[in-house]
């Protein structure tokens, strides 16, 4: 597992804080990276915030908060229609967040990832910190990124999950298709409405 929003090989095509004209602040508030595998997963654990759409910025975008510190990690110029989570549903770095592409402000399929101080202080953060990776243009390799899996996200009720149902449990909240209650627990045996089972095979069907 890593805190790489990419698998494989992938380039870094434009560091943070570059300088340049091309920005109203001037300088690069991201990283810009591209890869041959165009799927991107989320780099923490944390909750879903945005899933939005800038035609003269971001393009298709995504905002997730961080669990541990609450900074905010954005990914944007995805393809239009490809974002496969939703508005405060809980994330991990096993869970597909969409499709890279070229929308918005771009001029070359890649994704520009940003991180920001907070929800409401929009300071940048080195996000070359986060990611673990060189803050330079070059070719990386994914597997020499390797982290310890962090295990800080269990579900705080975990021990009232049957052992029987654990790894199915894992699976369903990794792929995005069930989530915890905002204090973090599963609550295995609560009983589960027809809107709810809706909501499960919904998301089921767009992974």
């Given at each position: 597992?890593?805190?790489?929003?990419?698998?494989?090989?992938?380039?870094?095509?434009?560091?943070?804080?570059?300088?340049?004209?091309?920005?109203?602040?001037?300088?690069?508030?991201?990283?810009?990276?591209?890869?041959?595998?165009?799927?991107?997963?989320?780099?923490?654990?944390?909750?879903?915030?945005?899933?939005?759409?800038?035609?003269?910025?971001?393009?298709?975008?995504?905002?997730?908060?961080?669990?541990?510190?609450?900074?905010?990690?954005?990914?944007?110029?995805?393809?239009?229609?490809?974002?496969?989570?939703?508005?405060?549903?809980?994330?991990?770095?096993?869970?597909?967040?969409?499709?890279?592409?070229?929308?918005?402000?771009?001029?070359?399929?890649?994704?520009?990832?940003?991180?920001?101080?907070?929800?409401?202080?929009?300071?940048?953060?080195?996000?070359?910190?986060?990611?673990?990776?060189?803050?330079q243009v070059g070719e990386y390799?994914?597997?020499?990124?390797?982290?310890?899996?962090?295990?800080?996200?269990?579900?705080?009720?975990?021990?009232?999950?049957?052992?029987?149902?654990?790894?199915?449990?894992e699976k369903v909240t990794e792929?995005?298709?069930?989530?915890?209650?905002?204090?973090?627990?599963?609550?295995?045996?609560?009983?589960?409405?027809?809107?709810?089972?809706?909501?499960?095979?919904?998301?089921?069907?767009?992974?």
């Open positions: 597992m890593t805190n790489l929003p990419v698998s494989g090989t992938f380039w870094v095509t434009c560091p943070y804080k570059k300088k340049g004209t091309s920005w109203s602040c001037g300088y690069h508030k991201g990283i810009d990276i591209t890869c041959g595998d165009r799927i991107l997963y989320s780099t923490c654990d944390g909750v879903v915030l945005t899933v939005g759409w800038d035609p003269n910025g971001w393009g298709q975008y995504v905002r997730i908060r961080e669990a541990t510190t609450g900074r905010i990690h954005i990914f944007a110029h995805l393809v239009k229609g490809s974002a496969k989570v939703a508005v405060n549903q809980k994330v991990s770095r096993k869970t597909i967040i969409g499709t890279m592409g070229t929308t918005g402000n771009s001029t070359g399929v890649h994704l520009h990832f940003q991180i920001e101080k907070s929800n409401t202080d929009r300071t940048v953060c080195d996000p070359t910190e986060w990611l673990g990776i060189p803050n390799q994914s597997k020499d990124y390797q982290i310890k899996e962090d295990k800080d996200m269990a579900y705080k009720d975990e021990a009232t999950i049957p052992a029987w149902a654990k790894e199915a449990v792929k995005g298709w069930m989530q915890g209650d905002t204090a973090g627990n599963f609550r295995p045996n609560d009983p589960i409405t027809r809107a709810e089972m809706a909501v499960v095979l919904a998301r089921e069907n767009d992974l």
